[in-house]
T-cell receptor
Framework: SQQGEEDPQALSIQEGENATMNCSYK?????LQWYRQNSGRGLVHLIL?????REKHSGRLRVTLDTSKKSSSLLITASRAEDTDSYFC????????????FGKGMKLTVNP | DTEVTQTPKHLVMGMTNKKSLKCEQH?????MYWYKQKAKKPPELMFV???????INESVPSRFSPECPNSSLLNLHLHALQPEDSALYLC??????????????FGPGTRLTVT
């Protein structure tokens, strides 16, 4: 089963609006990462948040992590049409393994 | 150079063929990965190489054979594949550390079709 579950599975918004994607996971983690992917191509890393961090910012991105609830959220502010993509959360479990487990992904469509 | 390259971009092969997928990075990363991704699904880890040694094999069938000739190159040898092996095969690399974790850099993938 997938470690991460993004919610919602698909989101359609207008340009300029904010987009929030949530991710839940089941086991203790070392860190949680967010990636985006266009049309089945290679993934692009967006942001990494470690288990001892609660919030992180990068440009228009804001990520929060609540380890007590085993959940994370990715907020994209002032969305643009070029933000249209699939977004995945991925978790690295505690214990030193290099293994990343990806969630099911969420399709974001930003309409011009 | 923060690019991971993969060749070929597309590959069509019969079930009796032998082919290889290639991946290259020049970022000095010592961890390299192969993922398989079916349509509308997340990537699934297949193999991890750390310092040119296989460190993780996610119970992948032996018809997939990985090879890491040096720290910059990663190959995936394919033999006697099944139609259900058709997928996007992604290569990635990262700095390697057991205590910390770093982002992975992905190549554009090889879209494989098995006929």
């Amino acid at each position: 089963s997938q470690q991460g579950e993004e919610d919602p599975q698909a989101l359609s918004i207008q340009e300029g609006e904010n987009a929030t994607m949530n991710c839940s996971y089941k086991t203790s983690i070392n860190n949680l990462q967010w990636y985006r992917q266009n049309s089945g191509r290679g993934l692009v890393h967006l942001i990494l948040i470690r288990s001892n961090e609660r919030e992180k910012h990068s440009g228009r991105l804001r990520v929060t992590l609540d380890t007590s609830k085993k959940s994370s959220s990715l907020l994209i502010t002032a969305s643009r049409a070029e933000d249209t993509d699939s977004y995945f959360c991925a978790t690295r479990t505690q214990g030193g393994s290099e293994k990343l487990v990806f969630g099911k992904g969420m399709k974001l469509t930003v309409n011009p | 150079d923060t690019e991971v390259t993969q060749t070929p971009k597309h590959l069509v092969m019969g079930m009796t063929n032998k082919k290889s997928l290639k991946c290259e990075q020049h970022m000095g990363h010592r961890a390299m990965y192969w993922y398989k991704q079916k349509a509308k699904k997340p990537p699934e880890l297949m193999f991890v190489y750390s310092y040119e040694k296989l460190s993780i094999n996610e119970s992948v069938p032996s018809r997939f054979s990985p090879e890491c000739p040096n720290s910059s190159l990663l190959n995936l040898h394919l033999h006697a594949l099944q139609p259900e092996d058709s997928a996007l095969y992604l290569c990635a690399s990262s700095q390697e550390s057991r205590r910390n974790s770093y982002e992975q850099y992905f190549g554009p993938g090889t879209r494989l079709t098995v006929t």
